[in-house]
């Protein structure tokens, strides 16, 4: 704009002083300085969440069956962590003991599934979200929704993969316990409030959009860390650190502090998740707040442990099918409150204009009802 005052005609000096009075009021407003810095500090949360979910976006069949196969291991798992869950609560512990050793059990469970590069579909929507809204500045509108659309599909085959495998493997753990032991992972009581728990007609929904804020808080705290860990300068700490050089080695050195760096996310998102759904139930009882957590896969590994224990009499009773679609209904509240809220904060550190957002919307909207057969 300083340039173009040198062209005579190009700004009209009034409204120039004008921007220029405008925002030197701005710099003098706390608002405007809290603003500023959330939205820049938001900028190197996203940027941090944008690379992790670079990984999560399948675009050819290739893309995709990777995806599923990552999925279809992390449900595997999941069926472990879901064993080990039913095991947790049948400890006599108080609820406090029963939090911590479960959230220990999340914890584990969700760094294996980041050693083993396996996926577990609901942390996928609050990365791809910040992928997704660090391409709209850059990108036009039409390889912006062909990105949704890779998207949308990405966390359905995720989902389908996680789902697809959590079912067989809580069967065959429930059954090999119910061999060795004598009786199944659930008595008859436990189950039917456990189905109870999961039904549709109750807190579910509330429960899985409140599941989904904490996927979300995960993803933040991830980023925050990953930042916090590079303004240190932490790899460059270790790097240098002599008493490591001495030990180890340079090369290996080296080496250790590029891992540190790559998964410092992964850890912190894995370990504030696992920490936040095995807690959150436990202080929300002390505060006597209505809140607990409902995940799509774990539930999933719940209903199927439950079914064991009622027989296959209970698959006709729509107590069973009610708990089905609640669980539909955690599915799609996990995914689309953790992403509405990434993709939020995404669009604000990016700074999109509403009007931006709205085009890209109503052109997503199109094209899907055009041609709804681009999902598959």
């Given at each position: 704009m300083l340039l173009d005052l040198l062209k005579p005609g190009k700004i009209d000096i009034q409204s120039f002083v004008a921007l220029l009075a405008d925002l030197n009021y701005q710099s003098r407003q706390i608002k405007s300085l809290f603003g500023d810095n959330t939205r820049l500090l938001a900028r190197k949360i996203i940027e941090s969440s944008a690379h992790t979910g670079e990984h999560y976006l399948a675009r050819n069949f290739s893309?995709?069956?990777?995806?599923?196969?990552?999925?279809?291991?992390?449900g595997a798992l999941t069926g472990l962590t879901t064993f080990f869950k039913i095991l947790i609560y049948s400890i006599p512990a108080s609820p406090f003991w029963a939090?911590?050793?479960?959230?220990?059990?999340?914890?584990?469970?969700?760094?294996?599934?980041?050693?083993?590069?396996?996926?577990?579909?609901?942390?996928?929507?609050?990365?791809?979200a910040a992928t997704l809204a660090g391409k709209m500045r850059s990108t036009d509108n039409s390889e912006i929704v062909e990105e949704v659309i890779h998207l949308i599909r990405s966390q359905t085959i995720a989902v389908f993969g996680n789902l697809s495998a959590v079912i067989p493997a809580v069967i065959l753990v429930g059954l090999a316990f119910a061999g060795a032991s004598g009786d199944f992972l659930m008595t008859p009581e436990k189950a039917l409030k456990s189905v109870h728990d999961i039904s549709l007609l109750g807190m579910t929904p509330i429960y899985a959009a409140f599941t989904g804020v904490l996927l979300f808080a995960s993803s933040v705290f991830a980023g925050w860390f990953h930042n916090w860990m590079l303004e240190r300068k932490l790899p460059q700490a270790l790097q240098q650190n002599r008493t490591l050089i001495f030990t180890f080695g340079k090369p290996w050195v080296i080496d250790f502090s590029g891992f540190v760096k790559r998964n410092s996310a992964g850890w912190a998102a894995n370990l504030s998740l696992g920490l936040m759904l095995g807690m959150s139930p436990v202080f929300a009882k002390f505060l006597g707040l209505p809140f607990d957590v409902r995940h799509v896969t774990l539930s999933t590994g719940s209903l199927t442990a439950a079914t064991l224990t009622l027989g296959l009499d209970f698959f006709q009773t729509w107590d069973f099918w009610n708990a089905v679609l609640g669980i539909a209904s955690m599915g799609f509240l996990n995914i689309l409150v953790s992403f509405s809220l990434a993709m939020a904060v995404a669009l604000k550190s990016q700074k999109i204009s509403p009007a931006k957002r709205k085009a890209i919307i109503k052109s997503i909207i199109i094209k899907i009802l055009k041609n709804p057969r681009k999902l598959n």
């Open positions: 893309e995709r069956w990777d995806l599923f196969k990552s999925a279809f291991g992390g939090g911590i050793i479960n959230s220990m059990n999340y914890c584990f469970s969700f760094l294996g599934l980041q050693a083993l590069g396996l996926t577990l579909a609901t942390k996928q929507p609050a990365m791809t």
